[in-house]
């Protein structure tokens, strides 16, 4: 057998995983994020799921956001401010 | 090597592998790497004959790609041209789409994670095309043709690999469809009556181009009994009717695809392409009481209120905002088949011409290889 040397096809994420790192442990409670995508009931289970959270963890701050449509990605506004004021973000697809 | 062995070097960027067929393919499944059938090694060797239609750095990205934001460099874009099957000298339309698709009109995000099934539909005009012997005849968007199938594949596979568009992890597409393997051919700009798609949109006709649309599967128009544009187009608009499609809620630029003989008849008739536009603008619409109640209510009476809040129920819903989001191409064989085909909403197709580093239109693939 004749190994080859070859090139990968694929690339890394690497930003995410600097951001998840930073953001670690930087509050006393957590800063909670929603990220709604504005489809259908998307709205009813991201409310569920936080209330669920609130009843298990130490929730200390909501921020929630909508994206106008569904099939665009946030604005960079919407994501600064998650990644700003939140610990991690809950985002839903929904219909 | 011009720096292929320094950038092989580098933590991630090789790797080591049988290079016999079937163990390749077994390597490259079981590391995602493919689109589920064959792929060819990227080996040192193979990619750097790819890269010599390349004139830009190759570890500079030129694009990232959502959802992941891979970085798109020269070098892993050649790997994937290598594992598709391509010749090296489709890589320039290779690199050319992925730029195309990176614009933020043409909504990649959307396009890789949605729901829906769209796929890049890649339609190539200009010179460049017949020198590849691109098929834009019988069965241009079917099979066997090498070059219309491996660089619509090998944009695919840089989609996955790339861009983390894995099936149910990045692509959450409900059902797929097959055009997501490969989508790509020219127009049959011999066959056309008019001004083909990229001088429509602006480039002179010696320029070569690619145009990226966020495409469903055609949709067959069948019409062997109109023999005149309105007979024709009549058939055409009642294919565009329906009352599933994005295009309905969200901006976007469908394709009608008219076959060669089809476009003769319409232009012979005197219609220009816009006024193919035009009439299908008007002629291809849906009252608006053969949308569901629950599409009415929550749809058109919520979100589009303001066309549609007080709207009768035999208002005619347009399939699109403006006549000009039609885009119009020529394209196939003998035959009186054309197609509608819808598209992802909110996106809108990219037009990029294929250029030098200086900025000078590709008049031939030719120069572009390097000595």
Redesign the interface.
């Known amino acids: 057998m004749t190994l080859k040397l070859c090139v990968t096809p694929e690339a890394p994420v690497a930003a995410a995983e600097s951001i998840a790192l930073q953001q670690r442990g930087s509050s006393s409670g957590i800063r909670f994020g929603i990220l709604d995508n504005s489809k259908s009931n998307a709205d009813h289970l991201l409310q569920f799921l936080l209330d669920t959270a609130r009843d298990a963890l130490p929730v200390e701050h909501v921020i929630a956001r909508r994206k106008p449509a569904a099939s665009r990605p946030a604005e960079a506004g919407v994501i600064d401010d998650l990644a700003r004021e939140a610990d991690f973000v809950l985002s839903a697809m929904a219909d | 090597m011009n720096g292929?062995d320094k950038l092989?070097a580098n933590p991630?960027?090789?790797?080591?592998?049988?290079?016999?067929s079937e163990?390749a393919f077994d390597y490259c499944m079981e590391?995602g790497?493919s689109d589920g059938l064959p792929v060819v090694?990227?080996?040192?060797e193979r990619?750097e004959r790819m890269l010599q239609y390349c004139d830009r750095p190759y570890d500079e990205p030129i694009v990232m790609?959502?959802p992941?934001?891979?970085?798109?460099t020269p070098?892993?874009l050649?790997?994937?041209a290598?594992?598709a099957g391509c010749k090296p000298e489709y890589f320039p339309l290779v690199m050319l789409a992925v730029e195309a698709m990176a614009e933020e009109p043409f909504?990649l995000?959307?396009i890789q994670a949605?729901?829906?099934p769209c796929a890049p539909l890649i339609i190539v005009n200009g010179p460049v095309a017949q020198e590849l012997g691109m098929n834009s005849g019988h069965s241009a968007l079917g099979a066997g043709n090498r070059a219309n199938a491996t660089i619509g594949r090998a944009v695919r596979?840089?989609l996955v690999?790339?861009?983390?568009a894995i099936p149910g992890i990045g692509d959450?597409s409900t059902y797929g469809d097959p055009t997501k393997f490969s989508y790509c051919a020219p127009e049959n700009e011999a066959g056309n009556p008019w001004n083909p798609l990229h001088v429509e949109k602006g480039f002179p006709a010696h320029a070569s181009t690619v145009t990226v649309v966020a495409a469903e599967p055609p949709h067959n128009v069948n019409d062997h009994e109109s023999h005149t544009a309105v007979g024709i187009l009549t058939t055409i608009a009642g294919t565009i009717a329906i009352t599933g499609a994005?295009n309905t809620y969200?901006a976007s630029e469908p394709v009608v695809l008219l076959c060669p003989e089809h476009a003769a008849t319409i232009a012979g008739d005197g219609f220009s392409k816009q006024a193919v536009k035009e009439f299908l603008f008007e002629h291809g619409r849906v009252p608006l009481g053969k949308f569901s109640k629950e599409n009415i209510a929550?749809r058109f009476r919520s979100k589009l209120a303001d066309k549609y809040a007080n709207a009768s129920l035999d208002t005619m819903v347009s399939m699109v905002q403006r006549a000009e989001d039609f885009l119009v191409v020529v394209m196939g064989g003998a035959g009186k088949h054309s197609a509608y085909i819808p598209t992802?909403?909110?996106?809108h197709a990219v037009t990029r011409p294929l250029r030098h580093a200086d900025g000078q239109l590709v008049k031939s693939i030719a120069e572009m290889r390097r000595s």
């Open positions: 292929i092989l991630g960027v090789g790797f080591e592998a049988n290079d016999d163990a590391r790497w090694l990227p080996t040192a990619v790609i959502p992941r934001y891979g970085a798109a070098l892993r050649a790997a994937n290598v594992m909504n995000y959307g949605t729901t829906h596979l840089a690999n790339i861009g983390g959450m994005n969200y929550r992802f909403g909110n996106t």
